[in-house]
């Protein structure tokens, strides 16, 4: 059965002898729509107004040869697809060759038998339908993931704390348009605050689902477990038991005392923060023990630790997608960079102007590459906490 005429593909006939153009047409215009130029400009001009389905194109022509024409035509194509089928005389290899490279998608010698002109169009035909599919079904994925996008960025904390003695910087981008990089501040009670920060491997949105699970668990279980080693221990046993998915999470977590400036904290395997202390000028890793990341196996057992935040002093937790950015050489941006660069420009600038600067040397030493990974940069900035003897 022939298709309606309404849903007939529409073909593009470019040759300059009109005795073939007639030809292709009447093999072609019992199942499809044709229209027809005479030269390499003309169906520059046609492909652009007619927006045809599929091009059949002779090579040697006046004014444009066929070669040009179809680079043309496939550099201005480049958000859709417009097969392009040679039919030309120059049957010698290198002809061939150059056709192919130009972006043909298929090459047919004259003199041709009709019934293999029309196999030909068809299995051409055959697959711009399939690339449409395919397209379509990129565009659903695409919505899709906007979607776990905004939820994902819904999830996030919305405000900063606003603390006396403390400043707060937070940024996340993330690599495709969801991922699995997770910051959190959590209000614990008037004298104590939580703060977070995570990587699941990987990205998109199996981390972003991941991702929003540890959300849940963490505020689900705030008042019942204030220790950072009791709430990851905890979250990853829930975790391993309901989830087998082959991702896993590294997380820092850790609870400041605000009337002293005191930080408890645990990690799961995760990348250790520095805690840079300005009035000395010292650059510390924080140490992190042993444990493992989440979700690896039930029985991990992850050290707590308590260091000391002190007036004019900053903790900048990260992920690995910032240290491992690499620019244009082959370095990586590095923890030394991250913890000199900390030093440097933080000296005179809060949190918030740090966090900005940090990302500007960031992207300059990028120099125009582009992140493979997540990365979240997040930083507490101390004030004015003096050590006191704190309540155990």
Same mark, same amino acid.
């Given at each position: ?6 849903h007939?593909?529409?073909i ?7 005795v ?6 009447s093999v ?5 729509k ?5 030269d ?10 007619e927006?045809?389905?599929?091009i059949?194109?002779d090579v ?11 680079k ?5 194509s480049q958000?859709?697809?417009?097969p ?18 130009a972006?043909?998608?298929d090459?047919l ?5 009709s ?25 659903i994925i695409d919505q ?6 905004? @939820?994902?960025? &819904?999830l *996030?904390?919305?405000?900063l704390?606003?603390i $006396? /003695?403390?400043?707060?910087? %937070?940024?996340?981008?993330?690599s ?11 209000? @614990?009670?008037? &004298?104590? *605050?939580g ?5 699941? $491997? /990987?990205?998109g949105?199996? %981390?972003?689902v991941i991702?929003a699970?540890m ?11 204030h220790s ?15 989830q087998?998915t ?19 904290y645990?990690?799961a395997?995760?990348n ?31 050290e707590?630790?308590?260091?000391q ?17 690499r ?12 913890g ?22 960031l ?18 900035e ?6 006191v003897?704190?309540e155990?």
């Amino acid at each position: 059965m022939n298709p309606q005429p309404e849903h007939r593909p529409k073909i593009l006939i470019v040759d300059d002898s009109k005795v073939i153009t007639l030809l292709i047409k009447s093999v072609l215009d019992e199942d499809y729509k044709t229209v027809t130029a005479s030269d390499g400009l003309q169906a520059i001009e046609v492909n652009n107004r007619e927006k045809p389905d599929l091009i059949l194109m002779d090579v040697e022509m006046p004014n444009m040869n066929g070669y040009e024409a179809c680079k043309i035509i496939k550099e201005q194509s480049q958000n859709t697809f417009t097969p392009i089928i040679f039919i030309t005389s120059k049957n010698d290899l290198q002809s061939i060759k150059t056709g192919l490279r130009a972006g043909a998608e298929d090459y047919l010698t004259k003199p041709f038998e009709s019934e293999e002109l029309l196999v030909r169009v068809q299995a051409v035909l055959r697959t711009k339908k399939l690339y449409n599919q395919l397209m379509e079904a990129y565009a659903i994925i695409d919505q899709e993931r906007d979607t776990i996008a905004q @939820i994902q960025k &819904n999830l *996030l904390c919305q405000e900063l704390p606003q603390i $006396s /003695g403390y400043n707060f910087f %937070a940024d996340y981008q993330p690599s495709s348009k969801a991922g699995g990089d997770y910051y959190d501040f959590i209000s @614990i009670d008037d &004298n104590h *605050l939580g703060v977070l920060v995570a990587d699941v $491997s /990987g990205h998109g949105t199996p %981390a972003a689902v991941i991702m929003a699970m540890m959300r849940v668990l963490l505020r689900a279980m705030l008042s019942k477990l204030h220790s950072p080693k009791e709430m990851l221990e905890t979250i990853n046993q829930i975790l391993c038991k309901n989830q087998n998915t082959g991702h896993f999470i590294t997380a820092f977590y850790g609870v400041i005392h605000l009337p002293s400036g005191q930080l408890k904290y645990a990690s799961a395997g995760h990348n250790p923060p520095l805690l840079i202390e300005y009035e000395t000028g010292s650059i510390q890793q924080l140490k992190t023990g042993k444990g493992f990341p989440l979700m690896i196996h039930s029985n991990n057992e992850i050290e707590e630790r308590e260091t000391q935040l002190l007036p004019n002093s900053k903790l900048i937790c990260y992920t690995d997608g910032l240290t491992e950015a690499r620019g244009k050489g082959t370095d990586m941006y590095g923890l030394d960079r991250l913890g000199q660069k900390s030093l440097e420009l933080g000296k005179s600038k809060n949190a918030d102007e740090l966090g900005l600067a940090l990302k500007q040397n960031l992207n300059d030493f990028l120099n125009g590459g582009e992140f493979t990974d997540d990365f979240t940069l997040v930083i507490v900035e101390a004030t004015g906490p003096r050590p006191v003897e704190i309540e155990h």
